[in-house]
């Protein structure tokens, strides 16, 4: 039973990990959405426009390393409290 939970442990810090690092993605993405909207609040604006103008390969890039840096911060707090 004890080996059992020593070969899950590595597991479920990188699931954990990966759920971190999705759910700031999200957070950013999310916010680029709303900004979207507002700032471009004209006639013929769609989500599908919304999403082509939001999902590019530098916004994809900021939000991985910003991603990763919450997720540094994250850890350290936790394993420091």
């Known amino acids: ?42 006639r013929g604006k769609t989500l599908m426009f919304a999403f082509r103008d939001i999902f590019t390969v530098t916004n994809f890039s900021i939000a991985m390393i910003a991603a990763l840096i919450g997720h540094g911060v994250f850890h350290y707090l936790r394993k420091k409290l």
């Open 1 to 42: 039973m004890l080996a059992d939970l020593k070969n899950r442990w590595p597991l479920a810090r990188i699931a954990r990990a990966l759920i971190e690092v999705a759910f700031i993605v999200f957070l950013f993405y999310s916010n680029l959405l709303m900004g979207e909207f507002t700032a471009t609040n004209g």
